[in-house]
């Protein structure tokens, strides 16, 4: 009998501390056992445990950095329920959300706070410019289904807006931006308030079948160079407005309610 006590005794102290590893596991030790769940992203500088730990820098898969990250995980993981928290900043860009896993291919965010410095977009051929100011958004909840989100709630601004071209640069105020989605059929609204040099009333409707985008832009001045810029961007009417469609997809939307 004392053998097996030996081995029991053994078996238990193996399973103590791997417990206790497991319990306090460096982040540094845990990340490379998850690389196959990462996506190739590269971590640098990395500390503290698996559960709260930070990474320096963080790099994707094709070399662009993403920033310093933090972050927190419940050890209700170990279950199989994983409740993440996430901060992610950089000069131009910051995200800060909580995430549950509802399945294995359902994700829901809720709380999320993101800033982005509009000219990371660079320049856009569809604008004849490159957009300028800070997108500020916060998303209340989003649930992905995949990659694609099945319900949102986000509200937030295109705050000192505005459109850098080789006539000059532009600016726009601020522009009130609103997203709601149910049932992977998203609508966003873009407006302006007023303050800039274009009265914008924009409306996007997508899904994963097809998207609509509708875009009324009224010039508010006289300006030569502001005025060639925009009818670059199409043909103005009867009162200066220019009206925008775009639309593609597998599918056409209904006109009537914006939904395919």
């Known amino acids: 009998m004392k053998p097996l006590r030996v081995v029991l005794a053994g078996l238990v102290a193996f399973a103590v501390a791997l417990a206790v ?29 698996i559960w709260q730990g930070q990474a320096g820098q963080v790099t994707t898969a094709g070399g662009m950095p993403l920033g310093h990250v933090a972050w927190t995980l419940s050890r209700r993981a170990l279950i199989g329920d994983i409740q993440l928290g996430l901060d992610l900043r950089q000069p131009q860009f910051q995200l800060h959300g909580s995430m549950h896993r509802l399945s294995p291919t359902q994700d829901e965010w809720h709380n999320v706070t993101l800033r982005m410095d509009m000219a990371l977009l660079g320049a856009q051929p569809w604008l004849y410019g490159a957009p300028q100011g800070w997108l500020d958004l916060h998303i209340a909840q989003v649930q992905l289904q995949g990659d694609w989100p099945m319900q949102v709630d986000a509200a937030g601004q295109w705050a000192q807006a505005g459109v850098h071209t080789e006539s000059g640069t532009f600016a726009l105020g601020t522009m009130p931006l609103c997203i709601s989605g149910q049932a992977g059929v998203l609508k966003a609204a873009l407006d302006d308030d007023g303050s800039g040099a ?58 009537a309610t914006g939904n395919p």
């Open 198 to 255: 274009l009265q914008t009333a924009g409306r996007l409707s997508f899904s994963p079948l097809g998207w609509d985008l509708r875009m009324s832009l009224k010039p508010r001045r006289n300006d030569p160079a502001f005025l060639r810029w925009l009818h670059l961007l199409g043909t103005p009417g009867p009162d200066g407005s220019v009206q925008l469609r775009y639309r593609g997809g597998l599918t056409s939307f209904n006109s």
């Open 21 to 49: 590893l497991v319990w306090f596991m460096p982040a540094r030790l845990a990340l490379p056992l998850l690389s196959s769940r990462l996506r190739g992203l590269q971590w640098e500088q990395v500390s503290g445990t």
